[in-house]
């Protein structure tokens, strides 16, 4: 208490508008950064892999890598400026950090597949569409909610958690180009050992510290196994002086840097992700006024909140940014620091941007292992899941309820693995079914809205294989 006291009175600190002394405010500041730096930029690398220039593809391609890290950097702190400041309606004046959103890259992967740099142009085509789209659902947010309960919304993100722990799994083991190559050190134990030591040291510190080392767990868990991986030879000294020395001192973004091409796939499955992205933040927004000020949030906050997302997303697409949405880590350090302030978010999206200005600190995280970051991608994406099952909790779990589920994640699961199974649709079809996400939101969304509010037991007794479970009226029976 003595601490809050120190930034603030009880009242201030309720008040978005308050600035504390700058002393104060810096830390705060850059707080927010460490809480969601490293889930910012995986998904440039994610994306940047699944395109075949990632960690250890020894494309030629390799530098843009650092183009994408730094232009994630630079949006999200653009992107925050636009929520904090606010521009007109546009922005929520609410302190809300916005970063890269893990909810595209299940879109971005079948978009990019193999096929390289080429595959930019079209993906940061549907970035800038759809968040045009996003950033249009602002002004009607209010009455869409009613097709997004919490069956759909925790349905789509346990799905997106489940479509990439796959991708924790294959960096810790060593990564794409490793496994397609055939190398004999994939899955070996000193790769699964560097991983090992970031779960282990994320885990130590998230069960057993407090405040801010506990925040930013993952974060130091990969510094820890980015120290064990230079210790044991994994990563030469030389190699990280080489990328830190390579890359420019500083950089502008350049608009439309890969081009611009229109793909209907893209543009659909941006615009379709968009529903859910707009959802989560509204419950961002609810939880930072609640958290924070003990109020709820208006209708102006929901909608400038909206609109900067989708505003946010559609400046990062033209100039090789990924989409942007807020960051639900950050609304729990606002819960636990009891500090409201915009300003000082507004800090740390200054620190971002200057981070992404400076291609060298993304120089450095290049130089992150592979099987470093697969440490913390499986927390990270085993996280998403668990937050999908939690959200799925508020769930009234009637046989109606079951039904939507069942049918929703095993299309859209089954697509996921098995994505030759629709290898003869059109191209645009077949991008879109075997993200697996998609044609579940669709299903659930859809099955939701016709189907009758209650199925009697006769009606699911069959098709559930003697699992479909017991009313609480027929266990008191």
């Given at each position: 208490?003595?601490a809050?006291?120190?930034?603030?009175?009880?009242?201030?600190?309720?008040?978005?508008?308050?600035?504390?002394?700058l002393?104060?405010?810096?830390?705060?500041?850059?707080?927010?950064?460490?809480?969601?730096?490293?889930?910012?930029?995986?998904?440039?690398?994610?994306?940047?892999g699944?395109a075949?220039f990632?960690?250890?593809?020894?494309?030629?391609?390799?530098?843009e890598?650092?183009?994408?890290?730094?232009?994630?950097?630079?949006?999200?702190?653009?992107a925050t400026?636009?929520?904090?400041?606010?521009?007109?309606?546009?922005?929520?004046?609410?302190?809300?950090?916005?970063?890269?959103?893990?909810?595209?890259?299940?879109?971005?992967?079948?978009?990019?597949?193999?096929?390289?740099?080429?595959?930019?142009?079209?993906?940061?085509?549907?970035?800038?569409?759809?968040?045009?789209?996003?950033?249009?659902l602002?002004?009607?947010?209010g009455?869409?909610?009613?097709?997004?309960?919490?069956?759909?919304?925790?349905l789509?993100?346990?799905?997106?958690g489940?479509?990439?722990?796959k991708?924790g799994i294959?960096?810790?083991a060593?990564?794409v180009?490793?496994?397609?190559?055939?190398?004999?050190?994939?899955?070996?134990?000193?790769?699964?050992?560097?991983?090992?030591?970031v779960?282990l040291?994320?885990?130590?510190?998230?069960?057993f510290?407090?405040?801010?080392?506990?925040?930013?767990?993952?974060?130091?868990?990969?510094?820890?196994?980015?120290?064990?991986?230079?210790?044991?030879?994994?990563?030469?000294?030389?190699?990280?002086?080489?990328?830190?020395?390579?890359?420019?001192?500083?950089?502008l973004?350049?608009?439309f840097?890969?081009?611009?091409?229109?793909?209907?796939?893209?543009?659909?499955?941006?615009?379709?992700?968009?529903?859910?992205?707009?959802v989560?933040?509204?419950?961002?927004?609810?939880?930072?006024?609640?958290?924070?000020?003990?109020?709820?949030?208006?209708?102006?906050?929901?909608?400038?909140?909206?609109?900067?997302?989708?505003?946010?997303?559609?400046?990062?697409?033209?100039?090789?940014?990924?989409?942007?949405?807020s960051?639900?880590q950050n609304v729990?350090?606002i819960?636990?620091?009891?500090?409201m302030?915009?300003?000082?978010?507004?800090?740390?999206?200054?620190?971002?941007?200057v981070?992404?200005?400076?291609?060298?600190?993304g120089?450095?995280v290049?130089?992150?292992?592979?099987?470093?970051?697969?440490?913390?991608?499986?927390v990270?994406?085993?996280?998403?899941?668990?937050?999908?099952?939690?959200?799925?909790?508020?769930?009234?779990w009637?046989?109606?309820n079951?039904v939507?589920?069942a049918?929703?994640?095993?299309?859209g699961l089954?697509?996921?693995?098995?994505?030759?199974?629709?290898?003869?649709?059109?191209?645009?079809?077949?991008?879109?079914?075997?993200?697996?996400?998609?044609?579940?939101?669709?299903?659930?969304?859809?099955?939701?809205?016709?189907?009758?509010?209650?199925?009697?037991?006769?009606?699911?007794?069959?098709?559930?294989?003697?699992?479909?479970?017991?009313?609480?009226?027929?266990?008191?029976?």
């Amino acid at each position: 208490m003595a601490a809050d006291q120190a930034i603030g009175t009880a009242a201030q600190l309720r008040d978005p508008n308050y600035t504390p002394p700058l002393a104060k405010a810096v830390p705060l500041g850059i707080q927010h950064v460490l809480a969601m730096f490293v889930s910012n930029v995986t998904p440039a690398i994610i994306v940047a892999g699944a395109a075949g220039f990632g960690f250890g593809s020894n494309s030629p391609d390799f530098p843009e890598l650092l183009y994408l890290i730094q232009m994630s950097m630079l949006f999200a702190g653009i992107a925050t400026l636009i929520q904090s400041i606010g521009v007109g309606p546009v922005g929520a004046k609410l302190p809300i950090v916005q970063g890269t959103s893990f909810a595209f890259i299940p879109i971005m992967i079948p978009l990019v597949a193999g096929k390289g740099v080429d595959a930019l142009a079209a993906l940061f085509g549907g970035v800038l569409i759809g968040g045009l789209f996003h950033a249009f659902l602002g002004i009607f947010i209010g009455r869409i909610r009613f097709a997004l309960p919490p069956l759909v919304t925790g349905l789509v993100v346990t799905m997106i958690g489940l479509a990439l722990v796959k991708v924790g799994i294959d960096y810790a083991a060593g990564g794409v180009p490793a496994r397609v190559q055939g190398l004999e050190e994939y899955g070996s134990l000193l790769n699964w050992s560097a991983a090992l030591v970031v779960i282990l040291v994320t885990l130590g510190l998230k069960f057993f510290t407090r405040g801010m080392i506990s925040v930013s767990a993952v974060l130091i868990g990969i510094i820890a196994g980015y120290v064990y991986a230079i210790l044991v030879g994994m990563l030469p000294v030389s190699s990280i002086a080489g990328s830190f020395g390579n890359a420019a001192a500083f950089a502008l973004p350049q608009p439309f840097k890969y081009g611009f091409e229109f793909s209907i796939a893209a543009v659909i499955g941006f615009s379709l992700m968009a529903f859910v992205s707009a959802v989560e933040t509204v419950g961002d927004v609810s939880g930072i006024t609640k958290g924070g000020a003990g109020r709820e949030a208006t209708e102006e906050e929901i909608q400038g909140a909206t609109f900067a997302d989708g505003f946010g997303t559609a400046i990062a697409g033209a100039f090789g940014g990924f989409p942007n949405t807020s960051f639900s880590q950050n609304v729990g350090l606002i819960a636990m620091t009891g500090v409201m302030s915009r300003h000082v978010v507004t800090i740390g999206a200054i620190f971002l941007i200057v981070c992404g200005l400076i291609p060298k600190v993304g120089g450095l995280v290049r130089t992150i292992p592979i099987e470093v970051l697969g440490g913390g991608v499986i927390v990270m994406f085993g996280m998403v899941v668990a937050a999908g099952v939690s959200m799925l909790s508020d769930v009234n779990w009637n046989r109606r309820n079951m039904v939507i589920f069942a049918i929703s994640i095993s299309v859209g699961l089954g697509l996921q693995l098995e994505p030759k199974a629709v290898q003869y649709l059109p191209d645009t079809v077949r991008i879109l079914m075997t993200s697996g996400l998609l044609p579940a939101a669709l299903i659930a969304i859809v099955l939701n809205l016709i189907l009758p509010e209650e199925l009697v037991d006769e009606q699911t007794d069959e098709i559930s294989g003697g699992h479909a479970g017991h009313s609480e009226e027929a266990e008191t029976a």
